[in-house]
């Protein structure tokens, strides 16, 4: 037999490819744990500005040697090492990844597909579907492929009825920007009648241009994910499922596979004697865990973490107004401002932040520049997530049984905060960012509201729990893929 033979059939070879940002890869490098447990090879491209910042700041290197069927490789995105890699950036990127990684992608495939020795031949791709030129590749080399994407159902369902928007000419907007009700109902997004307004769309849905760059993207990768053997997405049946019947409309091979972050963990920590159930760090910033030391020292639940996820950066104004409102809310916080997000120019920007930080710790709170956020989250001090509505973070947070309360700022974010504050009741949301709501809403949550919610939102990290055991959906629906993947054909 075949030194890569199974029963018969070639062992499966996997390259996964996220995206290289940081929600992006931590998710997708949770999926690669959780496969590389049930023995297949796995080849995990990541970008070389990530790499090495991965290997500088976390064990991931020497995590990932113990699996012999996992390696790393990695591949140039075309941006300087210092391109600050952030929001404003964020279509550089991305086409910065199609026009320098395209070509070299194309040779990592023809020759992995040729691999002989240790390493099976190339038998499917798992692509992040935010990168359609891996897919199309995929395809013009008769390679199986399947689109991951890593963010909600709720979002890509937003993206399958742009059509429908246009044709009951709900978009575009019409108007002056500062003239649009943003509170009007949205009408053409079957199972969101109820509850979405325009300012929940997308944020790059509020173009006037039907032609839009970016709405043609998503057209295509719409039809990408109709197109493709299989699509898996970081989410789980009991949280979204009445979305997943939509999407199942037009993607009917649909896996999910979350919470990813605690799948991997559970599965990790299953095969082995650790007592923790947080997965490792896969960061792309030095984590200051100092932070849980002063955790330790608090009671339980009074603390507000805050965190944007690893793109948005602040003005000045935004981040005085946060500060305002956490230290006249009178709760004490414990608020991550990577060194990178600050929008001000010149040196007032690191003024600023030392100001914040020595005030911070002057009232008994902590400015942190990047948290292991999943061990912030499972802290009992830890009573609310003040957060962008990153998915990765969304997910986090219920799996955690923390409420959230959600400052969305672009992408799928506003989707997803209108999720948790008005279907799923998990957190409240602050549609305007001032010093007075921020207080406020910040009291509401930690006061009156707070057992409601922690109520609502720990049902859901019950179900979340359930999710990821033994004949759980999400467990079921990776056992399934995992099965595909080793068929010769997935359906
Ligand atoms: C990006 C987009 O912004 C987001 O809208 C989309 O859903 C995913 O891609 P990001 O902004 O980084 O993600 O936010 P998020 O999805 O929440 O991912 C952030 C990750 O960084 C989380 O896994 C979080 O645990 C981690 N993190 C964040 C830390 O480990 N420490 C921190 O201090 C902050």
Redesign the pocket.
């Known amino acids: 037999m075949e030194q890569h033979e199974l029963n018969g059939q070639l062992r499966p070879h996997l390259l996964l490819f996220p995206f290289p940002?940081?929600?992006?890869m931590?998710s997708m490098l949770n999926l690669a744990e959780t496969l590389c447990h049930s023995g297949l090879h796995i080849t995990f491209l990541n970008s070389d500005h990530n790499q090495q910042r991965l290997l500088r700041f976390t064990d991931a290197q020497e995590r990932f040697s113990r699996w012999p069927t996992f390696r790393f490789q990695t591949i140039a995105d075309g941006l300087p090492a210092d391109h600050p890699r952030s929001?404003s950036t964020f279509f550089e990127m991305l086409n910065s990844m199609k026009a320098t990684a395209e070509p070299l992608f194309r040779e990592m495939i023809i020759a992995a597909r040729q691999e002989s020795g240790q390493w099976p031949p190339l038998s499917c791709i798992i692509a992040d579907g935010i990168m359609p030129f891996t897919i199309d590749l995929a395809e013009e080399l008769k390679i199986r492929a399947i689109i991951y994407r890593?963010?909600?159902a709720c979002c890509l369902w937003t993206f399958f009825c742009l059509p429908r928007l246009f044709a009951a000419a709900e978009l575009p907007f019409q108007g002056d920007d500062d003239e649009v009700d943003m509170d009007v109902p949205i009408k053409s997004v079957p199972g969101m009648e109820g509850f979405l307004r325009r300012q929940d769309l997308p944020s790059f849905f509020r173009t006037k241009d039907p032609n839009d760059p970016v709405l043609q993207k998503l057209h295509a990768e719409n039809q990408q994910m109709t197109q493709v053997s299989a699509l898996v997405i970081n989410t789980f049946e009991d949280l979204e499922g009445p979305i997943l019947t939509q999407l199942r409309s037009q993607v009917p091979n649909l896996y999910t596979v979350g919470p990813l972050?605690a799948l991997s963990s559970r599965r990790q920590h299953s095969s082995s004697s650790s007592a923790s159930n947080i997965a490792a760090?896969n960061?792309l910033?030095k984590?200051d865990s100092s932070c849980m030391a002063w955790l330790n020292s608090q009671l339980p639940k009074s603390v507000v973490y805050m965190?944007?996820?690893?793109?948005?950066v602040y003005g000045k104004d935004t981040l005085m107004e946060f500060w305002h409102g956490l230290v006249n809310s009178g709760k004490l916080f414990l608020w991550?401002i990577r060194p990178d997000s600050i929008n001000v120019s010149g040196g007032e920007g690191e003024t600023i932040l030392a100001e914040v930080v020595d005030g911070a710790k002057e009232r008994g709170s902590l400015v942190?520049e990047?948290?292991?956020?999943?061990e912030v989250l499972n802290h009992p001090a830890v009573g609310v997530f003040l957060?962008?509505?990153?998915?990765?973070?969304?997910m986090?947070s219920i799996y955690a049984g923390v409420p959230m309360i959600c400052l969305p700022c672009?992408?799928?974010?506003q989707v997803?905060s209108r999720f948790v504050s008005e279907v799923w009741k998990v957190g409240m949301a602050l549609d305007i960012c001032d010093r007075g709501t921020i207080e406020r809403v910040v009291r509401d949550v930690m006061e009156q509201k707070r057992e409601e919610l922690v109520e609502s939102i720990g049902g859901l990290a019950k179900l979340a729990r359930k999710c990821i055991s033994e004949g759980g959906s999400s467990r079921c629906n990776l056992d399934r893929l995992i099965q595909d993947l080793r068929s010769i054909n997935l359906v």
């Open positions: 940002g940081q929600g992006n931590n929001v890593a963010i909600s972050h760090s960061s910033w984590e965190s944007f996820g690893s793109l948005v991550v942190v990047w948290a292991p956020q999943e957060t962008h509505s990153g998915w990765n973070s969304t986090e672009f992408a799928d974010q997803n």
